[in-house]
């Protein structure tokens, strides 16, 4: 049985496709069309998913979207008579579009598979899934659980913007919702907005920012009280009700009330590329903290209903590896299991997933680690095909063998060089996982601000994850479980870090910054915390025999990884793509394969950054 699942039209499109029941294939659309957060219909990754599969279009058994575009349309409606008279000028801005193309959704649907190829469209039958359905199955099928309670969390789907499922085999039954416009994703992208990042794109810096404010001070205890007095009402079980006197996203074309949140917390809202003032990574650090509160309270409401040992996350929201890490730290569930694509991306794994076991009622049977192969589920290359891809750049390399590869690029790592690491099948989801990511020195005191400013044009303050050996982590971390998707945050063992001045949370965050805080500077943030991603030879054999290289000659067998990106782009997806990234940035060596180019061997490049804010 083949089935396809998709997620589009609102950020993170993707395609998934499943052969009795197992993931052969997933990509997001940004990966092949180079616009970051794709939201269009995903016809390049759809075209990967049934070229990998080796099947079409007309071979499918179903094709299952990520929600239901009418109960969506249905909310908005509503949603504007309840607020009427505010909101018509967004009323008027957001209609003409649902009318057109959201409402009429099979009418879309066909136009886009159309390009992929012919097929019968009497042939194919089209599903449809609640879209936190789709998160729900995202999280617990692929998971290694038998039965598992399931928390999903993001800004809104239909109406649902969190809810509390039960799961056991092929059931998922829903047990609690959350609805709109009460939300906790939309509350964190409020403060997304208002600190001047941006929405659905920029979460992940907020909570960057957010160990930079200072946990000591009165004005942070200020900033929580505001927020849970004024703007959130925070119930025992979890469930939250949002002020909406100070909320525009409901009717209106921004995020937040500007004026009354100016008045609220004493400062205007941050623009885009000014430069960061204390007082709003303290507002940054006092949303996390309500964040977390929130959660675990929604974790152990989970817990309360299902009497579950073990959890499954999945949502935008699962993405806040913080909070993540604050349930597992809590001891609530003995396992968790975070759906690595949690965001929409995700939707089109978990719309496949639902319609295999609930629609056709196929049974499920759970394999460990999870069934997610380590999330390399996009495009791989093979040698010709590399060779191909960059025939028109003329690049200069290197054939190494498998032997000769480690040692060399672990030596390259040691002397302070950053290595872009170009491997096997790409990964699916936001994180670079070891097969398209660019690697440094953890303990290179410079290597933090090198690849911030001379690799990914990006803000100085943002952090770098490690990857370890999962079977040296906790000798490094305070860690309870592995971490394969670099989804969980634990702080660095004591024996590691360094010891600050008194006056540290008083320092401009730019003089924090120039403080090395571990034995492991370049992976260690501000609080102590790292993103860890634990590697396993079962899952990434290739990755796992270069940081044992390490190992053997730095002693430490951890690399900074970050994804192999620019600031403004996606995550690379072919050998051309990293070549391009290699040639614009400062990067010291590029790894394609067993091929190996060297920066100063390449012939002359004109650079060609795109510095558009992501």
């Known amino acids: 049985m083949n089935i396809l699942g998709i997620s589009a039209f609102y950020h993170d499109s993707a395609a998934c496709i499943l052969r009795d029941g197992q993931i052969i294939a997933a990509a997001q659309e940004e990966r092949f069309t180079r616009k970051k957060h794709d939201e269009r219909f995903p016809e390049h990754a759809i075209r990967y998913c049934l070229e990998e599969a080796g099947t079409s279009l007309n071979e499918l058994d179903a094709i299952a979207f990520y929600d239901k575009p009418l109960l969506k349309l249905e909310r908005l409606l509503e949603t504007y008579l309840s607020f009427a008279p505010r909101g018509v000028r967004s009323f008027f801005t957001a209609m003409p579009v649902w ?6 959704m099979k009418r879309e649907m066909h136009a886009g598979l159309q390009k992929v190829g012919a097929y019968d469209k009497g042939k194919v039958k089209f599903l449809f899934p609640e879209h936190h359905l789709s998160h729900a199955a995202s999280a617990f099928y692929p998971s290694p659980f038998e039965e598992a309670a399931i928390l999903t969390i993001d800004g809104v789907g239909e109406w649902a913007t969190a809810s509390v499922c039960s799961a056991d085999k092929e059931e998922i039954t829903i047990l609690r919702e959350l609805t709109f416009p009460h939300s906790l994703g939309l509350l964190y992208s409020a403060f997304t907005y208002y600190l001047g990042f941006r929405v659905n794109s920029g979460e ?42 100070y909320f525009d996203y409901a009717t209106g074309l921004k995020m937040v009330h500007e004026k009354k949140w100016e ?3 004493g400062f205007p809202k941050r623009e885009e590329e000014s430069e960061l003032q204390q007082h709003e990574a303290d507002l940054a650090l006092a949303i ?5 509160e929130i959660v675990l309270k929604m974790a152990q409401e989970a817990k309360k209903l299902t009497g579950s040992n073990n959890l499954c996350l999945a949502g935008g929201v699962a993405l806040n590896c913080v909070a993540n890490g604050v349930i597992q730290n809590e001891g609530i569930f003995d396992n968790i299991f975070v759906q690595p694509a949690a965001g929409d991306a995700g939707g089109a794994v978990g719309a496949a997933l639902a319609a295999y076991h609930i629609f056709f009622g196929e049974k499920r049977q759970a394999r460990k680690p999870d069934s997610m192969k380590g999330a390399y589920l996009g495009p791989h290359f093979h040698e010709f095909e590399i060779k191909k891809n960059l025939k028109k750049f003329k690049p200069v390399f290197q054939q190494c063998t498998e032997e000769e590869l480690y040692p060399k690029v672990a030596k390259w790592l040691g002397e302070g060089n950053v290595v872009g690491w170009f491997q096997g099948r790409m990964e699916f989801g936001p994180r670079a996982l070891g097969n398209r990511s660019i690697l440094g020195d953890p303990r290179n005191p410079e290597m933090q601000k090198k690849l911030n400013l001379k ?9 770098f ?3 370890v050996l999962a079977e040296d982590a906790n000798q490094f971390f305070e860690m309870k479980s592995d ?21 540290y949370h008083r320092l401009p965050l730019r003089e924090k910054l120039a403080f090395s805080r571990s034995e492991f500077p370049a992976i260690t943030h501000i609080d102590f915390s790292a993103r860890i991603q634990t590697v396993h030879p079962e899952t990434n054999e290739r990755y796992w025999k270069l940081l044992n290289a390490f190992k053997e000659q730095a002693g430490v067998g951890m690399l900074v990884n970050t994804s192999f990106n620019v600031r403004g782009e996606p995550i690379v997806c072919t050998p051309e793509d ?18 190996v180019f060297e920066k100063p061997a390449q012939p002359k490049w004109e650079k060609e950054i795109n510095f558009e804010m992501d």
């Open 455 to 463: 690799i990914k044009y990006r803000e100085s303050f943002r952090p």
């Open 578 to 595: 990293a070549y391009r990234c290699f040639m614009n940035t400062e990067m010291d060596y590029l790894v394609i394969g067993n091929y």
């Open 483 to 503: 971490s394969p998707y670099m989804l969980l945050v634990q702080n660095v063992k004591e024996k590691y870090r360094k010891e600050l001045p008194e006056n």
């Open 99 to 104: 009318l057109k193309e959201k409402m009429f």
């Open 465 to 467: 994850a490690p990857s």
């Open 204 to 245: 992940y810096k907020l909570m960057g920012l957010a160990p930079y404010g200072n946990p000591n001070s009165k004005l942070l205890q200020e900033y929580i009280e505001k927020i849970k007095s004024t703007l959130v009402d925070i119930r025992e079980d979890g469930s939250i009700f949002l002020n909406q006197d």
């Open 288 to 292: 996390q903290k309500v964040t977390e």
């Open 263 to 265: 008045e609220l917390f």
